[in-house]
């Protein structure tokens, strides 16, 4: 039988110690096809960081969206009507409870005012002459010298004459205030706005806001908190006085937008009455001081409270937790250095954390780092875990 790919014994050229060379090389290819391939080295285990879970007291903090306004806003009217002859103040200025802020013309109510003081005049005379003839004609309707029709009529003038006097000097007092309120004055302390109202133009009663005063100071932040957390806040505490108690000694933080804490406290100022039937929220206003006037009527800023205070939570950090069609997940590495995978159920984030209600028990070792290496059954190595703060 004739072996292919080797040269014919009858080949020209192949000498004796030709043919054994390739005899030689023939049963060393035969001997290397007989040998199996060496077996592949299962790879190392994962290493993984893990945090040991334990149970602590977490204070729970709750942020709202709120917009702040005046404690107090005042908007200034004219009261009397005329035109606008001087503006007192300078917008966007702080001014005092009855600072002069608009002038109205004032010479028609001047004249008013002579016009009443007159008509008082006159109904005084009128009142001196009515009471000379009531004690004049009295004994004499004593003695029967006089019908008694004419004492009374007498006595009637009399009477009519006081009450024209008393009608005189309302007209009086009424032309005063009306002269008075020609001088447009601030109510209340505040930063006044912008006029609403120029030099010159007609003014009055039904002509609108001529400008809004604000007290500032303190100023109130609005904001709107859910049906469910208003039930939750209501069910840690037994009556209406322990909750007052807490709302009274609560501390309200302010976060600016642009995401500075404002550096003074807030409190809890009020409850709204009702819940709004369209959001399902309920209007909450607080106040904080502002004696700098920092703070301005219309800012949007974020409101932060300790509501609550969780006993022997859990916390593990969030990105612990895996995510997957609305399941959340751990992995948990047990005393054999096994994983295994647990549905968990979250609550709310605590900063970087998140607030396990369910799934985990303090000692579990948690996986932090790693967790994409991680399958339920394989074995790892665990690491104790470092934040990225620590790391160098």
């Known amino acids: 039988m004739r072996l292919i790919g080797l040269p014919s014994h009858r080949g020209r050229g192949t000498s004796p110690r030709g043919r054994l060379f390739f005899?030689?090389?023939?049963?060393?290819?035969?001997?290397?096809?007989d040998k199996a391939p060496p077996p592949a080295s299962a790879p190392p285990p994962s290493e993984v960081e893990v945090i040991t879970v334990v149970a602590t007291n977490v204070p729970v903090y709750e942020e709202w969206i709120g917009s702040l306004d005046g404690s107090t806003n005042a908007q200034i009217r004219a009261q009397?009507?005329?035109?606008?002859?001087?503006?007192?103040?300078k917008e966007g200025g702080f001014v005092h409870q009855g600072d002069l802020l608009f002038q109205i013309d004032k010479r028609v109510f001047k004249a008013a005012l002579n016009q009443a003081q007159a008509q008082l005049d006159v109904a005084l005379a009128q009142l001196r002459k009515t009471e000379?003839?009531?004690?004049?004609?009295?004994?004499?309707?004593?003695?029967?010298?006089?019908?008694?029709?004419?004492?009374?009529?007498?006595?009637?003038?009399?009477?009519?004459?006081?009450?024209?006097?008393?009608?005189?000097k309302a007209n009086l007092a009424q032309s005063q205030l009306?002269?008075?309120?020609?001088?447009?004055?601030?109510?209340?302390?505040?930063?006044?706005?912008?006029?609403?109202?120029q030099i010159g133009d007609l003014v009055g009663p039904s002509s609108g806001v001529l400008t809004t005063v604000s007290t500032v100071d303190p100023i109130r932040a609005y904001f709107n908190i859910r049906e469910q957390s208003y039930l939750a806040f209501c069910r840690q505490f037994t009556n209406a006085e322990e909750r007052r108690a807490y709302r009274s000694g609560m501390e309200l933080q302010l976060i600016l937008s642009d995401g500075s804490p404002y550096a003074l406290p807030g409190t809890w100022f009020f409850t709204s009455r009702q819940v709004d039937v369209n959001t399902g929220t309920l209007q909450i206003a607080a106040l904080f001081p502002n004696p700098d006037n920092i703070l301005r009527p219309g800012q949007y800023a974020h409101v932060r409270a300790k509501t609550e205070?969780?006993?022997?939570?859990?916390?593990?950090?969030?990105?612990?937790?895996?995510?997957?069609?609305?399941?959340?997940?751990?992995?948990?590495?047990?005393?054999?250095?096994?994983?295994?995978?647990?549905?968990?159920?979250?609550?709310r984030q605590i900063g970087n954390d998140w607030l396990i209600e369910k799934g985990?028990?303090?000692?579990?070792?948690?996986?932090?780092?790693?967790?994409?290496?991680?399958?339920?059954?394989?074995?790892?190595?665990?690491?104790?875990y470092a934040p990225e703060a620590k790391k160098p």
């Open 23 to 33: 005899a030689v090389t023939l049963l060393a290819a035969a001997a290397g096809c």
């Open 80 to 89: 009397v009507s005329g035109y606008l002859v001087a503006q007192k103040y």
């Open 132 to 168: 000379l003839d009531t004690n004049r004609l009295t004994p004499l309707a004593k003695q029967n010298a006089i019908s008694q029709e004419e004492l009374d009529d007498a006595v009637q003038a009399n009477l009519a004459a006081k009450a024209n006097v008393e009608a005189a």
């Open 178 to 197: 009306n002269l008075e309120f020609t001088d447009v004055r601030s109510l209340i302390d505040g930063i006044a706005g912008t006029a609403q109202a």
């Open 309 to 347: 205070t969780r006993r022997d939570a859990i916390l593990v950090p969030q990105r612990a937790v895996t995510e997957l069609q609305g399941s959340y997940q751990v992995a948990v590495v047990d005393d054999t250095n096994t994983a295994h995978l647990k549905t968990v159920q979250v609550g």
């Open 360 to 384: 985990v028990e303090p000692g579990d070792r948690v996986v932090v780092e790693g967790t994409q290496k991680v399958r339920s059954g394989t074995v790892v190595v665990p690491r104790p």
